[in-house]
């Protein structure tokens, strides 16, 4: 694609994205023009009318931006001149470019920020909806992607939660860094304008007004911060996604997910693809992508605005785009999932992970720790070998390996004594499920 140098610096095809920030921070600048005399009421009425006018026609597909004007806050400028004329340039006055850029992607990431804690929150009651449905749902636990120790659905969906609760905390502390207005710049070092920006900051829900000019224009952490949060929520919605895929294989078939997130293949008709759950999946590589974009877009640049740095937006919109939909993806689709709850139970007893407390068992009677190894190896090799969980071998089958076996160690053995003989804290044990979801419900109420 050959580019003329002006269609190469223009950034419309992906700062309009920004129109409406763009628009409000216009209006709440009239105002401020306003009660600095600079516009009179008529004027600024005037100004406010055809900006929202400006908003309703780009909504209606009316206006069309131009790559000639530049980028988001050209295009508006010159939508505004042709409708109020040279009162339009008024508007130049006590705001610059490289400020105006910096309030536009404040107030939309802030937005974004709101939005995607909303989300969260939706994913964090339908997870907690699937954990209390299943806090009696017996699995195995997996650690190397090995059957390890016996654990509850819910236990294992309750991880899930803690990863998804603190990315909504993670993100809330960025909304704090996030949510302040730049103060009338100039280039980097402010004008002659003696302006008072904070009732403009406050109508527009700014917490404060960043305090030194230089950083308000150089400076993007705000945008790193909140593309960082976006790449940890797409992990940890990566290995959920991961695990759900693996669950609906026939090697598993522990779930079952909706037709709607998957595809099928004509020719292979057994087949069944998670199709949307490998896309959150592979959609997690761009906002990684997008992380190291900023990041390498900054490390190099010298004080103080540089043009490098209109290509940030490409990273944070992409990122907020991609977890957004992800994330409201992934709630409707878990939403449809069908536990196949004795698959799971029957590979929590034929995944030998009593052999623990078997073990235990022996110790207990006093058989010393070698001969303790080669009897539970005997054992697990005879159950396997006979098709059987250790639980269902006969007590005489047993005693073969070692006299000290009676019938008490049906009870120790069985697996959902093994999860409730679970005693520390934040364990499978049913008890201590139950207290997991009690402080989840408590903390609720209390928000
Ligand atoms: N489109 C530019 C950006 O996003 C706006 C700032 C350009 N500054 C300027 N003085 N022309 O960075």
């Known amino acids: 694609m050959k580019l003329s140098a002006k269609e190469f610096m223009s950034s419309i095809d992906f700062d309009w994205k920004l129109y409406e ?9 009239a105002n401020l023009l306003f009660e600095h005399g600079i516009l009179t009421e008529k004027e600024a009425g005037k100004i406010k009318t055809a900006l929202n006018d400006i908003r309703n026609e780009i909504q209606g597909g009316k206006l069309k931006f131009q790559v000639e004007n530049e980028d988001i806050h050209g295009n508006i400028q010159a939508f505004l ?8 340039n008024k508007m130049k006055i006590g705001r610059g470019i490289n400020d105006q850029v910096v309030a536009d992607s404040r107030l939309f990431l802030r937005k974004e920020t709101e939005s995607i804690m909303e989300l969260l929150n939706n994913m964090l009651d339908t997870l907690e909806n699937i954990a209390r449905e299943n806090v009696n749902s017996i699995m195995p636990g997996y650690s190397h992607l090995q059957r390890s120790q016996p654990v509850t659905l819910a236990h294992h969906i309750l991880a899930y939660y803690q990863m998804f609760s603190r990315d909504k905390v993670r993100f809330g502390n960025c909304l704090g860094g996030i ?3 730049p103060p009338d710049c100039g280039a980097c070092a402010g004008t002659i304008f003696e302006s008072d920006r904070s009732a403009m900051a406050r109508e527009l829900g700014f917490d404060g007004i960043l305090p030194n000019a230089m950083d308000a224009v150089a400076d993007r952490d705000f945008a790193m911060e909140f593309i960082n949060c976006c790449a940890i929520t797409m992990t940890h919605l990566s290995r959920f996604c991961e695990d759900l895929i693996l669950w609906d294989t026939v090697e598993f078939d522990f779930i079952e997910i909706d037709d709607e997130f998957c595809t099928s293949s004509r020719i292979m008709p057994q087949k069944k693809n998670l199709d949307v759950a490998e896309l959150i999946r592979g959609k997690s590589g761009r906002v990684f992508g997008d992380l190291i974009n900023i990041l390498t877009i900054f490390k190099g640049l010298p004080m103080s605005y540089n043009r490098d740095m209109q290509e940030d937006k490409v990273a944070f919109l992409d ?6 939909s992800s994330l409201a993806l992934f709630v409707a689709m878990i939403k449809t999932m069908k536990i196949n709850r004795g698959n799971m139970q029957r590979a929590a007893k034929y995944g030998y992970m009593n052999a623990a407390e078997l073990y235990e068992y022996l110790a207990e009677k006093g058989v010393d720790s070698e001969n303790r190894v080669h ?3 005997k054992i697990v090799e005879y159950a396997i070998n006979n098709g059987k969980p250790i639980e269902e071998l006969w007590l005489d089958d047993l005693k073969q390996f070692s006299k000290v076996f009676d019938s008490d160690l049906y009870d120790k053995i069985a697996i959902r004594n093994v999860i409730s003989s679970k005693k520390s804290e934040g364990s499978t044990s049913f008890e201590s499920v139950e207290k997991q979801l009690e402080k989840i419900a408590k903390a609720k109420e209390n928000e």
Request: hydrophobic share 50%; with cysteine; glycine share 10%.
């Open 21 to 29: 920030e763009e628009i409000e921070c216009s209006i709440a600048h």
């Open 81 to 88: 001149l042709d409708k109020v004329g040279w009162l339009g």
């Open 179 to 181: 949510n302040l207005l």
């Open 319 to 324: 990122a907020a785009n991609t977890v957004e």
């Open 375 to 377: 009897i539970v190896g």
